[in-house]
C-alpha cells in the first residue's frame, strides 16, 4: 500500500533527511517540509526577521499574521496536511511538528510516532495516534498494514 505522508519534524532533526528518502524508496508520495516543491526551501522565520529570536509576543502575532512569507509557508504545510493520509512525528522535534501530528491525529489520520533516543521525555498523549516505532524498517513496515490494523505498532520494535 503506496501512502501520501506527512513528516513532522525539526529543521535540527539530523534523521529527517533520511526519513524522507527511505520512505520515498519505498515508493511513498512523501511532503518534505525542507524541500516542499521543486525550487522551493522550507519556511523560516529568517525570511521575514534575521533577529526573529528576539520578537516579543506582540511583535510574532503581527508578523504571523501580516507577513505573506508566513501566510505561503503555513498555506503550504496545512494543504501538505489536508492532502495527506499519514503523518510520521520525528522525534525530537518542536511545537510546530507536535501541532502537525495533533491536527492529522484528530482527522483520524494514520498517525506514527518515530521515538528516538535523543532527548526522548515520556508523553502521554502520543496515545492520540497509532503507534510507535525507533527504526526505518518499522516504519516501513508499519507503513504496509492495512489501515485498520495496528498490530506491529503496539510497542516499540526491538
Request: negative net charge; hydrophobic residues 40%; glycine residues 8%.
Amino acid at each position: 500500500m503506496k501512502r501520501r505522508i506527512y513528516v513532522a519534524s525539526s529543521w535540527r532533526n539530523a534523521l529527517q533527511p533520511d526519513i524522507v528518502a527511505a520512505l520515498k524508496a519505498d515508493g511513498h508520495e512523501v511532503y518534505d517540509f525542507r524541500n516542499p516543491a521543486p525550487g522551493e526551501s522550507g519556511f523560516s522565520w529568517s525570511e521575514i526577521d534575521p533577529d526573529w529570536l528576539a520578537w516579543s509576543p506582540e511583535r510574532y502575532a503581527e508578523h504571523v499574521r501580516q507577513s505573506p512569507i508566513a501566510r505561503h509557508g503555513f498555506n503550504r504545510d496545512k494543504a501538505a496536511l489536508d492532502w495527506c493520509d499519514t503523518c510520521v512525528l520525528v522525534l525530537p522535534c518542536g511545537r510546530s511538528a507536535h501541532l502537525e501530528a495533533g491536527y492529522a491525529a484528530g482527522q483520524g489520520k494514520r498517525t506514527i510516532f518515530y521515538l528516538h533516543e535523543d532527548r526522548f521525555e515520556p508523553e502521554l498523549m502520543y496515545l492520540l495516534g497509532h503507534g510507535f516505532v525507533s527504526s526505518i524498517p518499522g516504519l516501513l513496515q508499519s507503513l504496509r498494514l492495512p489501515d485498520n490494523d495496528f498490530s506491529v505498532l503496539n510497542a516499540v520494535e526491538g
